[in-house]
Nanobody
Framework: QVQLVESGGGLVQAGGSLRLSCAASGRTFSRYAMGWFRQAPGKEREFVAAIRWSGTITYYADSVKGRFTISRDNAKNTVYLQMNSLKPEDTAVYYC?????????????????????WGQGTQVTVSS
């Protein structure tokens, strides 16, 4: 069982930055790939970024590539999402998710249905 708690959301002006954190419980954090997803009102939850257990392989949605950076600190059981050059369309509830690292396809890391554990979400609002 893994419990995830996000923090760091808030209100920011367009062009600004925020850093989200996701703290995970449990001793086996390094066995999990971690992902960030977001959900805007009236829209489906969508993939933002993911990072493999070692931290050396990352994946990004095209809409955030070059602006967002995912990273992890396995010693602190924490994954981060640094968000720069924020746009109003980035406004959403951001969720952290975990999936056990198993042999799979690359596309699985972008699929919300492949994740086993979810946090409660943190609101990010970008004003124009």
């Amino acid at each position: 069982q893994v419990q995830l708690v996000e923090s760091g959301g808030g209100l920011v002006q367009a062009g600004g930055s925020l850093r989200l954190s996701c703290a995970a419980s449990g001793r086996t954090f390094s066995r999990y790939a971690m992902g960030w997803f977001r959900q805007a009102p009236g829209k489906e939850r969508e993939f933002v970024a993911a990072i493999r257990w070692s931290g050396t392989i990352t994946y990004y949605a095209d809409s955030v590539k070059g602006r967002f950076t995912i990273s992890r600190d396995n010693a602190k059981n924490t994954v981060y999402l640094q968000m720069n050059s924020l746009k109003p369309e980035d406004t959403a509830v951001y969720y952290c998710a975990a999936r056990l690292e198993v042999v799979t396809t690359t596309s699985a890391y972008r699929n919300k249905n492949e994740y086993d554990y979810w946090g409660q979400g943190t609101q990010v609002t970008v004003s124009s």
